[in-house]
């Protein structure tokens, strides 16, 4: 009689956890879930036109401190020269403003955290891409 009534509230026990978790993942639904929307060139700047900004900037900020600079779509990852020489470090700049390309941008990730040199990069590179929208308009 014990070992019914155990194997009975084992059951119940199961049977309950596993119909809230069923509930719970039939409530979710997965069109609310945040998805970012894909980024084209579709704003008067084609692809090249934007390496071509990034690349001319890069190449004359900071005394030509960043020497190398990798671009995947509207995301910008350059390497910076330490001031001696010795060691580098890396920032990873994004331009994708929900899909487009407006010239607004976010930090992703800045190794040096006292250093100027991505937002002064950003800055130029979004003043230069403003310019671009604005003639082409």
């Given amino acids: 009689m014990r070992l019914f009534l155990f194997l009975l509230?084992?059951?119940?026990?199961?049977?309950?956890?596993?119909?809230?978790?069923?509930?719970?993942?039939?409530?979710?639904?997965?069109?609310?879930?945040?998805?970012?929307p894909i980024f084209s060139f579709q704003d008067?700047?084609?692809?090249?036109?934007?390496?071509?900004?990034?690349?001319?900037?890069?190449?004359?900020?900071a005394n030509k401190r960043i020497h190398d600079v990798c671009i995947n779509s509207s995301i910008i990852q350059a390497y910076v020269r330490s001031q001696s020489g010795i060691s580098d470090w890396k920032f990873e700049l994004d331009f994708d403003d929900y899909g487009h390309l407006t010239g607004k941008y976010r930090v992703l990730y800045k190794e040096n955290k006292d250093s100027k040199i991505p937002e002064a990069c950003g800055n130029q590179i979004a003043q230069k891409i403003k310019e671009k929208r604005n003639n082409s308009l």
């Fill in 9 to 36: 509230i084992i059951f119940i026990s199961i049977y309950i956890f596993k119909h809230k978790h069923s509930k719970y993942r039939s409530s979710y639904n997965h069109s609310t879930e945040y998805r970012p």
């Fill in 44 to 61: 008067g700047i084609s692809e090249d036109e934007f390496r071509d900004i990034v690349l001319s900037v890069t190449k004359h900020i």
